[in-house]
Nanobody, 124 residues
Framework: QVQLVESGGGLVQAGGSLRLSCAAS????????MGWYRQAPGKERELVAAISSGGSTYYADSVKGRFTISRDNAKNTLYLQMNSLKPEDTAMYYC??????????????????WGKGTLVTVSS
């Protein structure tokens, strides 16, 4: 199994930036695609962005043009650069690996395991 540790969250004003990191360990040989989900209070967890081992990316419409996903395979680390943050970006952010896809342009996480996440709070 893959273990995931997210970091980099915090409190930021609207329009600000944050960079999230996710360190993967364990059965990392099984990782192809990786991604970020988020869950706001009272809402379902949603896929924010994903990236394949070859660098193909997916972004939710709500973050296109503001967020950038990247990965450093040598360091087994996933990143999410978040710019022009909005209050509606406030959520707990979770890393997901391994993901499957792309299928029909999206990626899917089917594992039961989730890390502890990192909290992003954007004030207006």
């Amino acid at each position: 199994q893959v273990q995931l540790v997210e970091s980099g969250g915090g409190l930021v004003q609207a329009g600000g930036s944050l960079r999230l990191s996710c360190a993967a360990s364990g059965s990392i040989f099984s990782i192809n695609a990786m991604g970020w989900y988020r869950q706001a209070p009272g809402k379902e967890r949603e896929l924010v962005a994903a990236i394949s081992s070859g660098g193909s990316t997916y972004y939710a419409d709500s973050v296109k043009g503001r967020f950038t996903i990247s990965r450093d395979n040598a360091k087994n680390t996933l990143y999410l650069q978040m710019n022009s943050l909005k209050p509606e970006d406030t959520a707990m952010y979770y890393c997901a690996a391994p993901m499957i896809g792309p299928y029909s342009g999206s990626y899917y996480y089917t594992e039961d395991y989730w890390g502890k996440g990192t909290l992003v709070t954007v004030s207006s």
